[in-house]
């Protein structure tokens, strides 16, 4: 946990012992923090063998100093670096959700050994991840409200695989915040 979160986040965390609004849309309860690492946990593993994990809490907008947007830990980025921790030297995270994963694109804004992208509907929470915010091993894919699976696979197949091959990871993951892509709405959880 501590190659993505300060420890003061975890302690926050950890200490937590009734209901508590950790900010405006995420609150905490006592086994709030246990939930949590059962689902990086779940994800490391997924990594590992190549799964793919449904857990909750989801992930992917927790940043390294905070809980934001109902995610308290940032799995993909914990198993992303699990992964390094295994001799796994580059790694790729492709987000797909309606939502762009603002923490996960933080914790590995200045690491060039994470390729990380995402495929998310632009203009809605949590406002992050525009066109312009592009750097090498960042590639944003923000999409129009209303687009179907068609689009979408589109998006993926014209603009993240391309960038996926010229990064030439040893272990790919992706997360997705399980939102369901439904035509104008959302929500969310992680994948690996």
Same mark, same amino acid.
Request: hydrophobic residues 40%; charged residues 20%; negative net charge.
């Given at each position: ?62 940043? *390294? ?55 998310? +509907? ?8 525009? *066109?312009?915010? +592009? ?6 894919? *923000? ?25 030439? *990871? ?23």
């Amino acid at each position: 946990m501590g190659r993505c979160h300060d420890a003061a986040l975890l302690e926050s965390l950890r200490a937590i012992d009734e209901p508590t609004q950790i900010e405006v849309n995420t609150v905490g309860s006592a086994t709030s923090f246990e939930a949590a690492m059962l689902a990086a946990g779940t994800a490391i593993e997924a990594a590992r063998v190549g799964g793919f994990a449904l857990a909750r809490p989801p992930g992917h907008h927790a940043r *390294p100093r905070h809980a934001f947007g109902f995610c308290l830990l940032n799995n993909v980025a914990i198993a992303a670096r699990a992964l390094q921790a295994d001799g796994i030297e580059r790694v790729a995270i492709v987000d797909f959700d309606v939502h762009h994963g603002n923490g996960t694109e933080e914790i590995f804004w200045d690491d060039d050994s994470v390729f990380y992208a995402s495929l998310h +509907q632009w203009g809605i929470f949590p406002g992050s991840g525009g *066109p312009d915010v +592009q750097r090498a091993t960042t590639l944003n894919v *923000p999409l129009e409200p209303g687009l179907g699976d068609a689009e979408w696979l589109a998006a993926f197949d014209e603009r993240v695989a391309p960038a996926l091959r010229a990064f030439d *990871p040893r272990r790919s993951s992706s997360q997705q915040a399980s939102t369901p892509m439904l035509k104008k709405t959302s929500t969310s959880s992680t994948s690996v």
